[in-house]
Nanobody, 121 residues
């Protein structure tokens, strides 16, 4: 069983930064961040495997950074230069494997409750 708890969401202005945190067990091979804008489907944002290999959605590459502190059992998503289209509910998730170069919701077995990110102009 894996219980994931996200923190760090909030409201920022365009160009601002936020860091999301997710408390994890550290026992899964793959952890990821997904987001769901209002009225839209859930999309993959970033993932990291136990070797530290990362994958990013094209829309966030160069602006977002995913990392994991194994000593603190915490996964992070540093989000910089935030834009209105980044506004969404953000979820962390755990899987037994990462999809190389992409995201597959079906691989993720455990999900957090979500944290809201709102970017205003």
């Amino acid at each position: 069983q894996e219980r994931l708890v996200e923190t760090g969401g909030g409201s920022v202005q365009v160009g601002g930064s936020l860091r999301l945190s997710c408390a994890v067990s550290g026992s899964r091979y793959c952890y990821g961040w997904f987001r769901q804008p209002p009225g839209k489907g859930r999309e993959g944002v970033a993932s990291i495997d136990s070797d530290g290999d990362t994958t990013y959605a094209l829309s966030v590459k160069g602006r977002f950074n995913i990392s994991q502190d194994k000593d603190k059992n915490t996964m992070y998503l540093q989000m910089n230069n935030l834009q209105p289209e980044d506004s969404a509910m953000y979820y962390c998730a755990a899987a037994t494997s990462c999809l190389t170069g992409g995201f597959s919701r079906d691989l993720y077995t455990y999900w957090g409750q979500g944290t809201q990110v709102t970017v205003s102009s």
